[in-house]
C-alpha cells in the first residue's frame, strides 16, 4: 500500500472518529429511554418472550430499514455537492428539474421537514439529559426529588457554553462517544451470552408474529419503537461536516453494531429475568444491564453522552438556520463565528435562548422523560416521511430510475415511515401536539418571510428605475466628490432606492458608483473563481454581483478586497456603504392576508441589519429609508 493510500485511509478513519463524537449522539442515546418506553410508556406490553422478540425484532428491522438502508446507503448519495438536510435536498431537486408546475409542493415540503427540526431540537435535549439523569433513582430511589434540579442545571449549563463554542470541548466528543458506545455493547454482550435466545428476534417473522397477536397494540408500539431510530434525519443533515464515506464507515463498522448489541442485550436481560425481577427492571433497563456498583459510573457516562447529543442537536439547530437565512426563509439574525478554522462553526444567539426557554419549559411540564416520549418522536416521523416523497421525486426526476423500479422501492418506505407516522399521530393529545405547534409556527415564520420577501422585491422593481437609464440622467445633472459609493441591492436589476434618495437629498454623486447584490445560489459553495460578476455601465457607474453558497458567509468587504476591480482597488476608508431600509405599509393588495403582512412587517423590523449580516465597517455605512406597500 502506497505512503498516500496510507495518508487517505489515516484521514479517512479520523473523520469517522469525529463523527462519532459528532454526529451519532442523537440516535446513540435511544437506548436509555426506547425499549423501555415500548413496554411502559402510554401502552403497556405483557413481559414476554412474545413481546420481547417481537419488540426486539422491530427496532433491529427499523434500524436496518431507515437508518442503514434509506439514509445511510440511499439518501446520502443525494448530496447537494456534500452537503445534506431537507433543505439542502431541495435545493438540489429544484436545480435538477427546474421549474415544474409542481416545484412549489416540494420547496413546501422540504420547508415544513425543516420546521419539524426546530420541535425535535427542542425535546431531544430535554429527553436525552433527563432519562440519563433519571437513573440516578436506579443507583438510590431517595434521589428522585432532585432529578428535575439537576437536569435543568445541566441543561442552562449546555446552552450557557454555546457562546464559547464548540472547537475546544469539541475535541473530547469523539473519545467520550467511543468510550460510551464500546461499554453498552459490553453490557450488551454480557446479558446475550446469559440468554441467547434472544438472537432469534434477528428473524422478522417475530415481529410479524407481534402484529398478528397483537394488533393494534402491536401499531401503537410503533410509536415507542421508532424512538431507537430518532436521529436518522440528523445524520443526513450533518453528511457535509464528515463526508459520507467516513459516515457510512462509522455506522457500519461501529455505531450500529454498539447500539443493536445494547438492545439485543436489554430484551436478553429482560427474558432470563423471573417476573418480579423483570417488571421491575423494565422500569430503566439500561441502567440495569451493569450490576450496582457500575450503575453511578453508567449514569455519569450517559450523562455525559446525552450532553455531547444534546450539543450535537443544537449545532444542527444553527445550522439549518444559517442555511434557510441564506435560502430566503429567515429573515437576517445575528451570527458568531466561534472558531477561527472551521467556518461551520456558528453561534445565532436567538436560536439559542428561545431553544433553552422551549427545553425548560418542556422539562418542567413534563416532569419526566416518559412523559416526554408521547411528545417525541412525530417531529421525526413527519420528517423522515418527507424526506420518503422527496426521495421519489430524486429517484425518478434527477437519477432518472425507471418507474417501474423506483414506486416499488418508495412504496416500501413510504409504507414504514408512514406506519411509524401514524403511530405517532395517536400520541397528539398527550404530548405530540407541543412538535405539531413548534413546526406549525416555525413553517409560517418561513413561509411567511419568503413569501413577503418575493412581494417587496416585485413592488420595488415596479416602482425602480433601469440602472443604465439613471446612470445616463445623472452624469450632467449632479456635483460628483472624491471617493467610492456601494449602493447595497436586493435585486440584480434596477436602482436602489437608496440611490435615488440620495442624489434627491444631497444631489451629488461619487467618482466611483458600485451597485452591489449579493446572490445565495442553491448549492453550498461557490468557487471564489466565480464569486464576482462585474459590468461596467460608463462613467464611474458600475454594478457588481457577489455569488455564494448558502453555506457560506457573506463578508462583502473581504470578497471587495480579494481582488482589484470598477477600475482600482477599493480602499474602505474612502469607500462609503449606503443602505435602503424600507418601512412595510400594510395593505389589501393581493398577495398575502394582513396579518401575515403585519408578521412580516414585524420580522423586517427585528432582522439583523444589512451592515452586521454582510459585516460592514460601522463606520462608513448610511441607510436611507423608504415606505413599500406589499
Partial sequence: MSQTENKTDSAKLKLAAGAIGIVFGDIGTSPLYAFRETFRGAHTL????????????????????????????????????????????????????????YGWLIVLLGVFATALFYG????TPAISVLSAVEGLTVVDQGLQPYVIPIALV?????FVLQQRGTAKVGALFAPVMIIYF?????LGI???FNTPEILWALNPWYAIQFFITDKWFAFLALGSVVLAVTGAEALYSDMGHFGRGPMKLSWFGFVMPCLLLNYFGQGAMIMGLPTEAAEQAIMNPFFFLADEAYRLPLVILATCATFIASQAVISGAFSITHQAIQLGFVPRLSIRHTSDEHSGQIYIPVINWALMVAVIILVLTFQNSSNLASAYGIAVTGAVTIDTLLMAVLFIGVWKWPKWIAIPVVLVFLIVDGAYFAANLTKVPDGGWFPLLVGAIAFTILTTWAKGR????????EMSLPLDIFAKSARSSSARVEGTAIFMNSGSSGTPSALLHNIKHNKVLHERIVVLTVDIADVPYVDPSERCEI??????????????????ETDVPKALASREMCGGPFNMMKTSFFLSRQTLLTADKPGMAVWREKLFAWMMRNAATPMEFFRLPTNRVVELGSQVEI
Fill in 190 to 192: 454480557g446479558q446475550i
Fill in 182 to 186: 464500546t461499554v453498552i455493547a459490553v
Fill in 154 to 158: 445541566l441543561l442552562v449549563c449546555l
Fill in 120 to 123: 425535535d431540537s427542542m425535546i
Fill in 454 to 461: 418575493k412581494l417587496m422585491r416585485e413592488r420595488m422593481t
Fill in 535 to 552: 459590468m461596467e455601465l460608463g462613467d464611474g457607474f458600475f454594478r457588481v454581483i457577489l455569488h455564494y453558497g448558502f453555506m457560506e
Fill in 46 to 101: 405483557p413481559i414476554d418472550d412474545l413481546h420481547i422478540l417481537g419488540v426486539v425484532s422491530l427496532i433491529f428491522w427499523s434500524m436496518t430499514l431507515v437508518v442503514a438502508i434509506q439514509y445511510v446507503s440511499i439518501l446520502m448519495r443525494a448530496d447537494n455537492n456534500g452537503q445534506g438536510g431537507s433543505l439542502a435536498l431541495v435545493a438540489l431537486l429544484s436545480r435538477n428539474i427546474g421549474k415544474t408546475k
